[in-house]
């Protein structure tokens, strides 16, 4: 766990440079349905009204003929939020999961994913009997100015490990900036059980 002495470090660092301070590239939505038809049309529709944003389809990478899915076939959406769009719905699917992350959740560089078992439980969402309720997987990005550099066409280089963003910074700036509080044990459910 963080430390109050180890968030200021952070906090002073930031400041002194700002092109350390960490910043959300992108958030990705992805709901997995399992099967095409009405099932993933509906999830398409809750996603655009959730997102403002249109899914779009993952297919099927092999046959499995136990869950009735075919090669190719539509089988999920996704839909990736950039900018201010990524930022306004992270508040919101944070508040869905009681701004509680495990610290188990965060990978070596920073980036995190948490799940929403049932998009009601987002702020500001009502239900529909036509649609229905479904889950979805929250994939959050972070990085720092001059991440740049490994897309960019012409010059294209790799960010060096001093300029990486880490899990602990991570942590920090999510405390910081979105009041997340991290636990050391996995998130329960609502029902009361634990997630295994």
Not at 64 to 72: A, N, P
Not at 86 to 96: D, G, N, Q, T, Y
């Amino acid at each position: 766990m963080l430390s109050a002495e180890q968030i200021n470090e952070f906090k002073v660092r930031w400041q002194e440079n700002p092109m350390l301070k960490p910043r959300i590239e992108k958030v990705v939505v992805n709901c997995c349905v399992g099967r095409s038809g009405e099932p993933l049309e509906k999830a398409i529709k809750i996603i655009e009204e959730l997102t403002g944003q249109k899914p779009c389809f993952r297919r099927a990478k092999k046959t499995i003929k136990d869950f009735g899915i075919r090669r190719k076939e539509p089988i999920a959406c996704l839909v990736t939020l950039r900018g201010e769009r990524a930022v306004e719905f992270l508040k919101r699917a944070l508040e869905a999961i009681d701004n509680k992350i495990p610290v188990s959740s965060f990978d070596p560089f920073g980036n995190f994913s948490f799940g929403i078992s049932e998009h009601i439980e987002i702020p500001g969402t009502k239900y529909s009997p036509e649609l229905g309720i479904i889950g979805m997987d929250v994939c959050v990005s972070l990085c720092r100015p001059g991440y740049r550099v490994k897309y960019r066409r012409r010059a294209r280089s790799k960010v060096g490990m001093r300029h990486r963003l880490t899990a602990e910074e991570a942590m920090a700036f999510m405390r910081e900036e979105f009041g997340v509080e991290l636990t050391e044990e996995k998130r329960e459910k609502r029902r009361g059980r634990r997630k295994e």
